[in-house]
């Protein structure tokens, strides 16, 4: 299936020749998985305190920051370790948004950091409801965060101390995916996208592109015979890794792995070297009409 490409760089802020660029961005945005075997997340001396489960707080699978803002949450611990804690997600935030320029400079003026996140709680064995049983094979799509047609691309870095690998798999091509899933999304409930943003439950208005990608991704997870009969690639990332998806586009499932360091970015269709190969503008196709009046 070849849906996971290996690069070689091994440094978060050197420059990245022309020439490598171009294979980045092209299989990126091809819906691959960019892999660097040799590009370590290295936590300083004092940080491995931080490797461990009960970091967590309140049973939420994961810690999260906010660089801008320097906000932290889901996490237990005196004022002081949250500040060292905050001070661990600022660098890996820093240095993956010097990753990306180095790059993609085509994706410089439009790049937006959104959160970073510490996920030190074991995917397997963990109990959920199939919505958010990432074992099953998904795209992300946010229930209460709109993307209004904005790309979704993350980094992830395998800190596990244990020698433990972070075992994914990769599905079929988004094109096949939302073929097959599109006519079983029912049409949104008259004025229901409009009530959920005025009374908060989403951050801002759900557009149809995502009240499609919410709906493949409930499907998707919701069918067993697809998630048992797909074709489906598994690939277990060493720790002191690094790879990177656009992972509304690239269907993934997660099956095991223990302390990862995660940032998201958006990015407008419009910063896309081949906009034509976006979820919005496959699903537009798919079902035939626009579905957000100004993709952002
Ligand atoms: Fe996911």
């Not at 996490?75 to 935030?93: C, D, F, P």
């Not at 963990?126 to 709109?146: E, G, I, Q, W």
Request: aromatic share 10%.
């Amino acid at each position: 299936m070849n849906s996971i490409i290996e690069l070689p760089g091994d440094s978060w802020t050197q420059a990245v020749p022309a020439e490598a660029q171009d294979r980045a961005i092209d299989n990126l945005e091809e819906g691959r998985v960019l892999y660097f075997p040799h590009l370590a997340f290295a936590l300083l001396p004092e940080e491995e305190a931080f490797l461990r489960p009960t970091w967590s707080s309140g049973g939420a699978k994961n810690i999260g920051f906010e660089r801008e803002t320097g906000k932290i949450w889901g996490v237990s611990g005196s004022e002081t370790e949250k500040a060292a804690l905050s001070q661990m997600l600022r660098r890996y935030a820093d240095s993956t948004r010097e990753l990306l320029l180095n790059l993609f400079p085509t994706y410089a003026a439009s790049l937006m950091q959104a959160r970073t996140s510490f996920r030190p709680i074991e995917i397997a064995g963990r109990s959920s409801s199939y919505r958010k049983d990432d074992t099953r094979l998904h795209v992300d799509a946010f229930p209460s965060r709109p993307t209004g047609g904005r790309r979704i691309l993350r980094v992830f870095s395998n800190v596990n101390p244990e020698g433990k690998p972070r075992c994914w798999r990769i599905g079929e091509g988004f094109r096949e995916y939302a073929q097959r899933f599109a006519s079983r999304v029912a049409s949104p409930i008259p004025a229901s996208r409009f009530l959920l943003s005025l009374t908060g439950v989403t951050k801002g208005y759900r557009s149809l592109y995502d009240h499609y990608m919410l709906g493949l991704h409930d499907q998707g997870k919701l069918d067993s015979e697809y998630q048992r009969q797909s074709p489906q690639e598994p690939f277990a990332f060493p720790p002191q890794t690094t790879w990177m998806c656009f992972t509304d586009q690239a269907l993934h499932a997660v099956d095991s792995g223990q302390y990862l360091l995660e940032q998201t970015f958006h990015l407008p269709r419009a910063a896309l070297r081949r906009p034509e190969l976006s979820p919005l503008t496959v699903l537009e196709e798919i079902v035939g009409r626009p579905l957000c009046a100004r993709p952002r």
